[in-house]
């Protein structure tokens, strides 16, 4: 058994460096060997560190795991708050974001990483809380924004709200499988029908 390695690094900079080399490796090895398939052994190899090397910053596959959601969780709220700090209209700036979104869903080694995910959370209790909660609080971000000043739905009720979030959250999420199962899925086609969708669903129902 490898044994452990407790010591921790006191340079902030170099452990951000060394953690993201381990969950760069992990997401590729997930991504080609799924979450069972893929051991400390073989994300140590792919990392280009020993397998205690990385318990120095991770104390299991799970707390890696947890920690690339967490990262997700970071990216996808960036999002939000560039749309939060941007004056301009809202209905545009989240229309025109939508690119991103699409892009991010599209994109084959995310899909791969997001599928692995999701399968694991089918399984794992502790996985299927940690996306839940990432969820929770993306779904929290979006109804602040929706509430605000420069929204077109403030005055929705809260169930209206809550439904807006969640086909927008459909149709973006869904993305995944669409490019899965239609390889030949692009961006433009997507956008055609997406932005006229977003643009309802932004807008106050007549």
């Given at each position: ?132 909660q990432s969820d929770t609080h ?26 807006r979030i969640n086909v927008i ?23 055609l029908a997406l932005r006229p ?10």
């Amino acid at each position: 058994m490898t044994e452990k390695i407790t010591k921790r690094h006191t340079d902030p900079a170099l452990a951000a460096a060394r953690r993201n080399q381990v969950l760069t490796a992990a997401a590729e090895c997930f991504r080609r060997k799924g979450y069972h398939g893929a051991g400390m052994a073989e994300i140590s190899k792919t990392a280009g560190m020993s397998a205690g090397h990385i318990y120095n910053y991770f104390d299991s596959k799970e707390a890696i795991i947890e920690a690339i959601i967490q990262r997700d969780m970071e990216e996808m709220f960036s999002i939000f708050q560039q749309f939060e700090d941007d004056p301009g209209d809202l209905l545009t700036i989240m229309l025109d974001g939508a690119d991103h979104g699409v892009e991010r869903h599209i994109d084959k080694e995310k899909n791969a990483l997001e599928l692995e995910m999701l399968a694991e959370a089918a399984r794992n209790q502790k996985v299927a809380f940690l996306m839940q909660q990432s969820d929770t609080h993306a779904r929290a971000r979006m109804r602040r924004l929706l509430t605000g000043e420069r929204s077109l739905v403030k005055d929705a009720t809260d169930k209206e709200l809550d439904a807006r979030i969640n086909v927008i959250f459909a149709m973006i999420g869904g993305l995944s499988i669409r490019r899965t199962l239609y390889p030949e899925l692009q961006k433009d086609t997507i956008l055609l029908a997406l932005r006229p969708a977003l643009r309802t669903l932004l807008s106050p129902f007549e």
